[in-house]
């Protein structure tokens, strides 16, 4: 089978920046397979069911495909258990090349996804880790944060005054896209961020800005942060990420990086930018 008539394969096709891949990959005359638990119709894109929890469908996913983009699954404590023997499976399918969304606060095997990223580069001789920062997506979707803004005007942490890079999920994409299709695989880890640091302060101030409403970020101790989460997931899941906000507040995600420009030619956008970009949206 020649390349253009094989497919990648975009897990998690409808979400954040599964979505936002299988769109490009599809308007740039790649041939797509959407991977989704209900093989959700994607516009430009072959919808094939995928659920990380059932190996049976593995398989139909995997046929033809010669590149994967890899979204752990949403909440596991140890996606390694689960995506290493689909990786295993794609190799022996064919697959070529994978590229992994994981986290600039998770380094190569450090915990959860860490461990994927650890063992990627002895599977596959083309390889990336995406490691971006904080989405910008997380204040404007519907990500906590973007629901106690709609709720109360609050932006509830335990960052304190701890800054991020934090990154426009179609900048994400734009790279993953440069990963997966470029002659030459980057086989490394890329840290994406956008242009500046902010403090969740500063992310506060430019949504009450923009929006005409006030917003406040209110500033919560680590075991407050734990133990609010910790009503919505499994204890230690809440556990490291109230952990990371308290990383956050130490200073770990004070940093930008050019990954953006340096792969797509274009600087980041800032979040200013999307959140007026967010704002104009008509709401349905």
Known sequence: MSESQEFALVIGATGTTGSRVAARLA?????????????????????????????????????????????????APDPAAVMLPFLRQARGAGVRRAVLLSSSAIPAGGPAVGQVHQALPGLFAEWAVLRPSWFMQNFTGDHVHARTIAADGTVRTAAGSGRVGFVDADDI?????????????????????????????????????????????HRLTYEQMRDRLAADMPAAFAAMLAGMDRAIAEGAEDRTTDTVRRLTGRPPRTFRAVAEREAARPRT
């Open 27 to 75: 308007a740039g005359g790649r041939r797509v397979k959407a991977a989704s638990r209900r093989a959700t119709p994607v516009e430009g894109a072959g919808p094939v069911r995928f659920d990380w929890d059932d190996p049976t469908s593995f398989a139909g996913a995997l046929e033809g495909t010669d590149r994967v983009y890899l979204i752990p699954p949403p909440g």
């Open 173 to 217: 994409a734009a790279v993953a896209v440069h990963s997966l299709t470029e002659p030459q695989a980057p086989n490394t880890d890329l840290v994406i961020t956008g242009p500046q640091a902010l403090s969740h302060d500063d992310i506060a101030a430019v949504l009450t800005q923009v929006t005409g409403r006030t917003v406040t970020h």
